[in-house]
Structure formats: structure tokens, C-alpha cells
């Protein structure tokens, strides 16, 4: 899981329930935020479109599914300008065939 350096991401307390359920942690250097633009992105886009100013779900059963629901929307229909107006597995499957046919 990739974070800033905020307080509560820092906490020894959070480092112990990362580690308890097998999250790695990554930060990248103070000052930056280079690093981490992709992520930023893709968390707001996440937000913005799954809970639309809503302050959360009604369970962690609907929270799982919605966040399910977005993620195989995102990755399977939605479009992105960055890839020639592709879905990301589009774009996956076109550059498996651009390596075979480059080995």
C-alpha cells in the first residue's frame, strides 16, 4: 500500500495492523509527489465515483462489492485518453502480442 508520510500511515500502531495482515508499505521521500500522482489519482477517481459524496458505506459487504463492481469496470471498459483510448486490458493484451511478435 502506498501512502504519504501522514501521521497516521507513521504510527506504530497502523505499522503493526499492516504487518498483522500482510500489507507492505511503501512511502516515497518527503517533498515528492511524483511518486505517488498515479496512486493519488487512481484512489480520488475511486472515490469520486463509488461513494459520489456519500461519507461511506452502509456495510463492509457493500463496500467490497462496489469497490469490486468499479475496479472490474476500470480495468475492463473504461477508456483512458493515456492509452489511445483503450481500457487497460486492452491495452495489456495488445502489448502481449506487440512482445510476442517482437521475440
Known amino acids: 500500500m502506498h501512502t ?6 507513521t504510527s506504530s500502531q497502523f505499522q503493526t495492523v499492516c504487518r498483522r495482515l500482510g500489507v507492505v508499505q511503501s512511502m516515497g521521500r518527503i517533498g515528492s509527489s511524483a511518486d505517488n ?3 493519488e489519482s487512481f484512489n480520488a477517481a475511486l472515490k469520486r465515483e463509488t461513494l ?12 467490497r462489492r462496489e469497490v469490486f463492481r468499479w475496479i472490474v469496470r476500470y480495468n475492463n471498459r473504461r477508456k483512458h485518453s493515456s ?11 495488445d502489448d502481449e502480442v506487440m512482445m ?3 521475440a
Not at 459520489?52 to 463496500?63: D, I, L, R, T, V
Not at 492509452?83 to 495489456?92: A, K
Open 4 to 9: 504519504d508520510h501522514g501521521r497516521q500511515y
Open 83 to 93: 492509452l489511445g483510448y483503450q481500457s487497460p486490458i486492452d491495452f495489456e493484451r
Open 52 to 63: 459520489q459524496g456519500a461519507n461511506g458505506w452502509a456495510s463492509k459487504e457493500a463496500c
Open 100 to 102: 510476442e511478435l517482437a
Open 37 to 39: 500522482a498515479m496512486a
